[in-house]
């Protein structure tokens, strides 16, 4: 290889004010989609904290009680001494699951930013 094409770095065309405007939708897009799934996974979890409160009162006082639980869409019998861990299991899962999204959000956010900073771009009304 000659020492010119080596040292050449790749030049990236500006883009067009179309694909501005389109990316920017897109990135507001992607934003406002990881901000309604982490809503939705905490919901879920919060209804699990709450789940889990009442049958970790039945568990101390009756061990072998019967309870339901939905397994893909099929109500299955076990007991509170069996279904608390995997409700444990699920929740923590789930709180991962959010921490994960959380820090996808934040890397997003500032693309965005960046993006909106190269490209000058301001709300409107924000002049």
């Known amino acids: 290889m000659s020492p010119s094409k080596k040292s050449k770095a790749p030049t990236v065309s500006p883009l067009s004010d179309q694909e501005v405007q389109q990316t920017y939708s ?3 897009s992607d934003l406002q989609n990881l901000a ?3 809503g ?9 904290v709450l789940v889990l409160s009442t049958l970790n009162e039945a568990l101390a006082e009756e061990p072998d ?6 397994i893909g869409g099929v ?7 069996d279904v608390v861990p995997a409700l444990q299991t699920n929740r923590d899962g789930i ?3 959010i921490d994960s999204l959380t820090d996808q959000y934040k890397t997003k956010e ?10 000058n771009i301001r709300p409107a009304g924000r002049i």
Do not use: M, N, P
């Not at 009680?65 to 939905?70: A, G, I, P, Q, S």
């Open 110 to 119: 500032g693309e965005f930013e960046k993006f909106r900073e190269e490209y």
């Open 65 to 70: 009680r019967k309870c339901f639980r939905l």
């Open 36 to 38: 309604s799934k982490i």
């Open 40 to 48: 939705e996974l905490e919901q879920e979890a919060e209804e699990h």
């Open 75 to 81: 109500l299955v019998e076990r007991t509170v001494k």
């Open 26 to 28: 897109r990135f507001q």
């Open 95 to 97: 709180r991962k699951v």
